[in-house]
């Protein structure tokens, strides 16, 4: 049968809508919608046609292809999938991970009204800051609190605050780029301060900071670079030194610290990273730090220090445009009471869990997932190794994990033709190939998966 004839067997619309199973997808889904997928499923079928490919037009083969294609098209676009990278902090794959009484919250706040600005006692209108700035400040120390959508909306609002139309000095080393070309530089820009860098790429000094003090200075400004390391021959001023210049001229000082951490990760054997408490007890004024990297919260940004300097930001009109809405402070109490016992931190906040958790947890894992996946699917080598996962997010960048990995080869499929066919399966499956293997790490994977990987490698196998 030429072309020209199966493009003339193609159902109009109007007969397809008489189906039975067309009929029930009508009533339980928006017609519009239904109409526009048979549409596809025809406009799809004709598109082989005119490539020469195979069809079949029988009614039973066709009413198939259109139910696929509307429940691909009911599925939201925004999903869950697996991660076996071994990057905790996917900044890709969603960040940090909720716990599950962070979740609990959002979930009770998100189904009743609630108190988001209302004060219960007063009975009258209340802020919604006050729900998390005790918390915050209880187990950071720090004077004052609040919390904006994340930390580049942190940066921009401190820096408005406490430098609009005033010259904001910081080392020029600390100029970072952070995901997606955003540029701390242009984010301080759109702050209103002027920027004034200072020392040069590997070394700056107090006297830079110094020399270039004057009277339209508004704030001495240090920025971790968390995303990357300068090695060698490297100079930086403290915040201590920092404070004491600051003091000297009546001047606030201000350190981002990025990711931001609560927990002291030198204590575990890892490299040192700046913890939130530590710059406050070094005298810096105002910190800021993000909520869903290494606290392992929602995506916020939290600013904390001295009452004064937090109350300014609190009146800023820039502060309505950069508030936080009821799910993201129910999420943030959630992570942040875990914090007042750091051991309970650990165990139940899934970013610090799958951080400091040894290596060893993970090769039981390891077996238990190669046994479910050899008893699903045949055509393929599974072998476990050692191997390292990485922190991501922009956070320690040098630091390789010790881990546990599945290392997969299938017999009729180059690597980057597997790990395209995971990523595609009904629950997507990210991995990453390395020397011609696909690699599975088990860190950053959980143990109520492991039945929807070995689903994916049976349906793999099947397709081939």
């Known amino acids: 049968m030429d072309k020209s004839e199966l493009l003339r067997k193609l159902p109009k619309i109007d007969e397809l809508l008489k189906e039975e199973i067309v009929e029930g997808y009508v009533k339980n889904s928006i017609r519009a919608e ?92 209340g802020s919604r800051y006050s729900h998390v700035e005790e918390i915050i400040t209880k187990v950071t120390g720090a004077e004052a609190a609040m919390v904006v959508n994340n930390n580049a909306a942190a940066v921009m609002l401190v820096l408005n605050t406490l430098s609009k139309g005033k010259e904001a000095i910081v080392s020029r080393g600390q100029l970072v780029e952070i995901g997606g070309s955003f540029r701390v530089p242009d984010v301080m820009a759109f702050s209103g301060a002027t920027l004034v860098e200072v020392g040069t790429t590997n070394r700056t000094h ?19 670079t968390s995303n990357f390391k300068i090695l060698g021959f490297t100079e930086e001023v403290s ?11 009546k001047l606030p000082v201000y350190e981002d610290i990025g990711s931001g951490t609560l927990v002291d990760f030198q204590k575990y054997g890892f490299t040192y990273e700046p913890t939130v408490q530590e710059s406050l007890r070094r005298g810096a004024d105002v910190v800021s730090f993000s909520g869903d990297k290494m606290l392992g919260g929602p995506q916020a940004g939290i600013i904390v ?47 610090l869990h799958m951080i400091l958790s040894r290596k060893e947890e993970h090769l039981a894992r390891a077996e238990q997932l190669v046994g479910k996946l ?48 995971l990523r595609l399966s009904e629950t997507a499956v990210i991995v990453r190939v390395s020397n011609d293997e696909v690699i599975m790490d088990l860190r950053t994977m959980f143990d109520r998966d492991f039945d929807i990987v070995a689903d994916a490698f049976r349906a793999v196998a099947e397709g081939i």
């Open 239 to 249: 915040v201590e030194e920092l404070v004491e210049l600051g003091r000297e001229h």
């Open 374 to 421: 050899r008893a699903a699917a045949d055509g393929f080598s599974f072998e476990i190794g050692e191997d390292y996962s990485m922190v991501g997010g922009g956070s320690m960048p040098e630091e390789r994990i010790p881990t546990y990995v599945i290392k997969v080869k299938a017999e009729k499929l180059r690597s980057d033709e597997l790990e395209n066919r």
């Open 305 to 351: 220090g001295k009452k004064k300097y937090i109350d300014k930001m609190k009146k800023n009109q820039l502060t309505r445009a950069l508030r936080i809405d009821k799910m993201t402070l129910a999420a943030l109490e959630g992570t942040l009471r875990l914090y007042q016992d750091e051991k309970i931190a650990v165990e139940k906040i899934p970013t």
């Open 206 to 224: 107090l006297y830079d900071y110094e020399n270039n003090i004057n009277e339209n200075t508004g704030v001495l400004l240090k920025v971790h």
């Open 34 to 125: 239904v109409i526009a997928v048979l549409r596809e499923t025809i406009d799809g079928l004709r598109g082989d046609i005119l490539e020469g490919k195979t069809v079949s037009l029988a009614k039973d083969d066709l009413m198939e292809r259109f139910a696929r294609n509307m429940e691909e098209k009911k599925k939201p676009k925004l999903r869950k999938v697996i991660n076996a990278t071994g990057v905790v902090i996917h900044t890709n794959l969603g960040r940090s991970l909720l716990n599950e009484e962070a979740v609990r919250c959002v979930e009770e706040i998100s189904m009743n009204y609630n108190n988001l600005e209302y004060d219960i006692k007063a009975g009258k209108r």
